[in-house]
């Protein structure tokens, strides 16, 4: 073979596999898009599904307490947890539904005395500023968007049945999911590194859950005692507004703080006293979530936090509010799933706190999706 066939050789090869990448990069554009546009359609189904797993996940980790601590049957404890779960859910959802009216007619009428109120509150800033904050102000219409907000509360009840309905039946298969795994894998030992990771998944989110649950239980609990103080109106509310924002993560913290101000301001018409409960909020807010919050967290999640930041924003536009609140559970699924697989390596990496990502294998977090 002549110089000249050898390079034309080379060639020809080196377009083959040039087409070849294009041929994959265009494939993987079609699938991501196809992946978006069903996360967007089934986002109902989704979000329903994503919250029964975890339920699931926490329950799952109760039964297991229960059955070996207090030699309860397996079958009894899961019954128990599912009537549980299913009790507690449609209690929830009725509750919501039932003080719904309530609500958004206390909060348009305190909407529009806080539009009111606003040009007194920004009138130390100077006309320009003034009027800057104003002009955006106009274009927000806040009644309009607490209709629409109560209006997606009819959908609570629907979903929670829906909800019950999945963890109903992972429970029904639970018993042979172990089986399952091993016949998929057809290794022992691969089947058992799966529900290692699986096993490890489950119990990050779950602490995740149970520390965040506790910092804004103690979070809002503060914030209603400071409105008591003050001798404020909407206490209940307000905390438990803080209760919900504190789980979604870095701007939620942020969004409760500066509603709080506002509805001081609103409700005192008191520039002074604003002043001091906002600051004394923002200093509760960052000592909780930046100093107790990570001492209990610790290595829990070694989440990025400009990555937490992304996922937020990206499960924000696909599922709006709900997934807010499950962009931080998602994002610890996505990381370790990621470490496991050699060409998605570099996204757990990037997904990471120090670029070590999360592989799950304690070996301290034997699995326990069997038991």
């Keep these: 073979m002549t110089l000249l066939d050898q390079r034309t050789t080379v060639d020809q090869s080196n377009e083959t596999v040039l087409r070849e990448r294009l041929q994959t990069g265009f494939l993987g554009i079609v699938a991501f898009a196809l992946l978006l546009f069903m996360l967007v359609q089934a986002r109902f189904i989704l ?6 797993i975890i339920l699931f996940s926490l329950t799952s980790d109760a039964i297991h307490a229960i059955s070996t601590r207090l030699k309860v049957p397996s079958w009894l404890a899961t019954t128990l947890a599912l009537i549980g779960i299913a009790l507690g859910l449609l209690w929830v959802s009725t509750t919501i539904v039932a003080q719904v009216n309530e609500i958004v007619f206390l909060a348009i009428t305190y909407a529009e005395r806080a539009q009111a109120a606003l040009p007194a509150l ?8 003034q009027e800057r904050i104003m002009l955006v102000l106009t274009g927000f219409d806040i009644t309009g968007w607490i209709r629409s907000l109560a209006g997606q509360a009819s959908g609570i009840l629907q979903g929670s049945v829906l909800v019950i309905l999945f963890v109903g039946f992972m429970f029904a298969e639970r018993v042979w999911f172990p089986l399952k795994v091993e016949r998929l894998t057809e290794d022992p030992v691969k089947a058992v590194q799966v529900r290692r990771i699986i096993a490890s998944i489950m119990h990050r989110v779950n602490r995740y859950l149970v520390v965040k649950t506790g910092v804004s239980a103690v979070t809002s609990i503060i914030v209603w005692l400071i409105f008591r103080a ?7 509310a307000v905390a438990i507004l803080t209760f919900i924002l504190n789980f979604i993560p870095s701007v939620g913290s942020i969004i409760a703080t500066v509603i709080a101000t506002i509805l001081v301001f609103v409700l005192s018409g008191d520039t002074t006293l604003t002043l001091v409960i906002g600051l004394g909020i923002s200093a509760v807010q960052f000592v909780i979530g930046n100093v107790i919050d990570p001492m209990l967290l610790g290595q829990t999640l070694r989440l990025s936090s400009f990555g937490i930041i992304l996922s937020l924003a990206f499960w924000a536009l696909i599922w709006g509010i709900p997934g807010m609140f499950l962009a931080v559970p998602i994002m610890v699924a996505l990381m370790i799933v990621c470490a496991h697989v050699p060409w998605l390596r570099p996204v757990a990496v990037m997904l990471s706190r120090e670029g070590l990502p999360d592989d799950g294998n304690d070996p301290e977090e034997a699995p326990r999706i069997a038991a």
């Excluded at 920004?122 to 500023?129: D, I, K, N, Y």
């Excluded at 003050?230 to 209940?236: S, T």
């Design 230 to 236: 003050a001798g404020l109106e909407l206490a209940a």
């Design 47 to 52: 979000i329903a599904l994503a919250i029964a």
């Design 122 to 129: 920004t009138e130390r800033l100077g006309p320009e500023a």
